[in-house]
């Protein structure tokens, strides 16, 4: 198999060898340079260009988000952030994000050697998804399904009544930070209630939230245990934590609770899919988006199966095709649409 040529972005020297040394350890990985900032990088990208490049955020001479916009615009490439995670950072990781970054990794401020130990198959795991994402998914072993977190709907005895509260469920990873801006920013004030599960870890959800917030004319806000669930809202699971659909009456709310990982993540698109088949029935809509892996297609394919609408994000737009792919091969989509006629097909609820 050809090896994965990757190019290291960092003004550390300390973490130029550390990173080299991690990804060399794994025989499919290729380091073709280690520079110390984006001008040197564009300097040796010339005569080779990398699958994937693995980027820090504060340089010198370009900062790390001038050189992604720069890349995304002139020769689109696998990115993978290795930042630390401060609070004023959060917010220029997920400008990164925005940007077309694939992931996210945490780069301590201290203890690189524990670094090494424990970030390094994350790292490792972060580069080969970035530079294969679209032809293959990574399979992990032994992993758990919604079960762990609530049982499945028994589907022969499920009844829903159909209320005048409809509700959207929006599921996504990999690339879902832009989808979710374009889909959100696009809904007009007057929209069904959303509940919505992007992978991302628990110092994101609540900057991501607050930054959506502000470009949308929807309410957008990290959910909090017991929040409402109405019409010109959306709520995003909060990093680290499960988020669950419950209904009372005629109405919705979310429950946040602990629990394993599900599918491998915690917030798990199963898991909220799940209990929106049990609590929402026929009067929901899922939505699969772009993302790596099968999170969400069992249970897309469970609110099908009690009567909800279902779509899927089609190939061409997905930077990811992978979570709507395993929905698809499973039955669980019931049309393939476009990212930019998600937001039609959301208003269209309000006349169902």
């Known amino acids: 198999m050809k090896r994965i040529k990757v190019i290291v972005v960092d003004d550390s020297a300390v973490v130029r060898q550390v990173v080299t040394a991690l990804l060399e350890s794994d025989p499919d990985i290729q380091v073709l340079a280690a520079v110390a900032d984006p001008i040197l990088a564009m300097s040796r990208m010339a005569n080779q260009w990398p699958d994937v490049i693995v980027l820090d955020i504060e340089m010198p001479r370009m900062d790390g988000i001038t050189f992604l916009k720069k890349i995304m615009a002139e020769h689109p490439t696998p990115v993978v952030i290795c930042s630390t995670l401060t609070e004023r950072g959060t917010q220029t990781s997920l400008a990164a994000l925005s940007a077309g970054a694939v992931s996210i990794i945490?780069?301590?401020?201290?203890?690189?050697?524990?670094?090494?130990?424990?970030?390094?198959?994350?790292?490792?795991?972060?580069?080969?998804?970035?530079?294969?994402?679209?032809?293959?998914?990574?399979?992990?072993?032994?992993?758990?399904?919604?079960?762990?977190?609530?049982?499945?709907?028994?589907?022969?005895?499920?009844?829903?009544?159909?209320?005048?509260?409809?509700?959207?469920?929006?599921?996504?990873?990999?690339?879902?930070?832009?989808?979710?801006?374009?889909?959100?920013?696009?809904?007009?004030?007057?929209?069904?209630?959303?509940?919505?599960?992007?992978?991302?870890?628990?110092?994101?959800?609540?900057?991501?939230?607050?930054?959506?917030?502000?470009?949308?004319?929807?309410?957008?806000?990290?959910?909090?245990?017991?929040?409402?669930?109405?019409?010109?809202r959306a709520l995003i699971a909060p990093g680290g934590k499960h988020m669950l659909l419950r209904r009372n009456g005629a109405q919705y709310f979310v429950e946040v609770v602990d629990g394993p990982l599900v599918n491998r993540h915690r917030p798990s698109v199963d898991v909220l899919?799940?209990?929106?088949?049990?609590?929402?029935?026929?009067?929901?809509?899922?939505?699969?988006?772009?993302?790596?892996?099968?999170?969400?297609?069992?249970?897309?394919?469970?609110?099908?199966?009690?009567?909800?609408?279902?779509?899927?994000?089609?190939?061409?737009?997905?930077?990811?095709?992978?979570?709507?792919?395993?929905?698809?091969?499973?039955?669980?989509?019931?049309?393939?649409?476009?990212?930019?006629s998600i937001a039609r097909e959301i208003q269209a609820q309000m006349s169902l």
């Open 106 to 232: 945490t780069k301590p401020k201290l203890g690189l050697k524990q670094f090494l130990t424990d970030a390094s198959d994350d790292l490792t795991a972060a580069v080969k998804a970035a530079a294969r994402a679209n032809v293959r998914k990574l399979q992990p072993r032994d992993k758990l399904t919604a079960d762990a977190i609530l049982p499945a709907v028994d589907t022969a005895r499920h009844a829903m009544i159909q209320t005048t509260e409809r509700v959207v469920a929006l599921g996504t990873s990999t690339g879902g930070t832009q989808a979710l801006e374009v889909v959100l920013t696009a809904l007009p004030r007057v929209c069904p209630g959303i509940v919505i599960v992007q992978h991302m870890p628990e110092q994101f959800t609540a900057a991501f939230a607050s930054r959506l917030n502000g470009l949308c004319q929807i309410e957008v806000k990290e959910a909090q245990n017991n929040d409402r669930v109405m019409p010109g």
């Open 273 to 340: 899919f799940r209990s929106v088949a049990k609590s929402a029935g026929a009067n929901a809509l899922g939505v699969i988006m772009t993302g790596m892996g099968d999170d969400g297609a069992a249970g897309l394919l469970e609110m099908r199966k009690v009567g909800a609408q279902t779509l899927g994000q089609d190939e061409r737009s997905c930077v990811v095709y992978g979570m709507p792919k395993e929905a698809v091969k499973r039955g669980a989509v019931m049309r393939a649409v476009p990212l930019e």
